[in-house]
């Protein structure tokens, strides 16, 4: 690897599934282009970066981003429901939230 490359990474998750790929890439690259370079939006053509976030490390960040040397790349999914409007309906319901394994018995 010479002083210009570096290794960055590009992470997507399904609910079943995660991917990581690490790429060679040249110093000042983008997220975008990392993310495009990676092949990941060949494998999963429900990525759509005009509607997709993305993040390095958890924190959310634009495409045009330059990336650092061993930087990871999450694509994030669209969510399907909003986790705030979920629990106000759960409340309004009366039901209360289980913490836990869920209907398991415990051991005697």
């Known amino acids: 690897m010479t002083n210009?490359?570096?290794?960055?990474e590009v992470a997507y998750a399904l609910p079943k599934e995660q991917l990581i790929i690490p790429i060679k890439v040249t110093e000042g690259i983008t997220a975008?282009?990392?993310?495009?370079?990676?092949?990941?939006?060949?494998k999963y053509p429900e990525i759509d970066l005009a509607v997709n976030k993305i993040?390095?490390?958890g924190k959310l960040t634009k495409l045009d981003t330059p990336l650092?040397?061993?930087?990871?790349?999450?694509?994030?999914?669209?969510?399907i429901a909003d986790p705030?409007?979920?629990?106000?309906?759960?409340?309004?319901?009366?039901k209360v939230m289980k913490?836990?394994?869920?209907?398991?018995?415990?051991e005697v």
Do not use: C, N, T, W
């Open 84 to 94: 705030k409007e979920v629990r106000k309906q759960r409340v309004a319901d009366g």
């Open 68 to 79: 650092r040397h061993l930087d990871r790349v999450e694509i994030y999914r669209v969510l």
């Open 32 to 42: 975008e282009q990392a993310i495009k370079s990676s092949g990941m939006m060949a």
């Open 99 to 106: 913490k836990g394994g869920g209907d398991a018995q415990p």
């Open 55 to 57: 993040g390095i490390f």
């Open 4 to 8: 210009s490359e570096m290794i960055v």
